[in-house]
T-cell receptor
Framework: NAGVMQNPRHLVRRRGQEARLRCSPM?????VYWYRQLPEEGLKFMVYLQKENIIDESGMPKERFSAEFPKEGPSILRIQQVVRGDSAAYFCASSLDREQQTQYFGPGTRLLVL | GIQVEQSPPDLILQEGANSTLRCNFSDSVNNLQWFHQNPWGQLINLFY???GTKQNGRLSATTVATERYSLLYISSSQTTDSGVYFC????????????FGGGTRVLVKP
């Protein structure tokens, strides 16, 4: 039973480019969460999605960031016009259901903006 | 929102020593998880423990929900225990999102 999968594991972008991060939840899980970890800091919540719905995006920056979880395929976190401050590790987690469920984390995507 | 504080921030141990890490939180919680982030950056689930006590090998955890704290015990530490230990909670008015503490950075010396 594969765990949460994320790709790419490492991504290098120049300022102004777009970054697309992908997350495939664990089999049978329909709840996906994205978190960001800045260097030497803890993880901070960004967005919570179910299939075709954004449930909570209270942690997402207002501009340049968007997320989706389509009916088919992985969840995508998209960052437009990246800046150096976007350099961070982006983790995806999934859970089986909404109520009191363990969140399982993927290996993360490390984004470096030059 | 809910606040999560971990102590100590840093811990240096000699191999074989025991230690206790603490997590305090400011509101009632529906979910509390302990993670180990290894030196390669991977987050490893240790415990899902909103209340009670659990053990897994040399690690054990206790959450006293009524007093709003959780403890992680590491016994007979090994160099592979090095890394950062995070406590994360879901609760209060925060909905399903996990709020992470600042972590305890553990270094186990041989």
């Amino acid at each position: 039973n594969a765990g949460v999968m994320q790709n790419p594991r490492h991504l290098v972008r120049r300022r102004g480019q777009e970054a697309r991060l992908r997350c495939s939840p664990m089999k049978g899980h329909s709840h996906v969460y994205w978190y960001r970890q800045l260097p030497e800091e803890g993880l901070k919540f960004m967005v919570y999605l179910q299939k075709e719905n954004i449930i909570d995006e209270s942690g997402m920056p207002k501009e340049r960031f968007s997320a989706e979880f389509p009916k088919e395929g992985p969840s995508i976190l998209r960052i437009q016009q990246v800046v150096r401050g976007d350099s961070a590790a982006y983790f995806c987690a999934s859970s089986l259901d909404r109520e009191q469920q363990t969140q399982y984390f993927g290996p993360g995507t490390r984004l470096l903006v030059l | 929102g809910i606040q999560v504080e971990q102590s100590p921030p840093d811990l240096i141990l000699q191999e074989g020593a025991n230690s206790t890490l603490r997590c305090n939180f400011s509101d009632s919680v529906n979910n509390l998880q302990w993670f180990h982030q290894n030196p390669w950056g991977q987050l490893i689930n240790l415990f899902y423990i909103p209340s009670g006590t659990k053990q897994n090998g040399r690690l054990s955890a206790t959450t006293v929900a009524t007093e709003r704290y959780s403890l992680l015990y590491i016994s007979s530490s090994q160099t592979t225990d090095s890394g950062v230990y995070f406590c994360a909670v879901e609760g209060g008015a925060a909905g399903n999102k996990l709020t992470f503490g600042g972590g305890t950075r553990v270094l186990v010396k041989p």
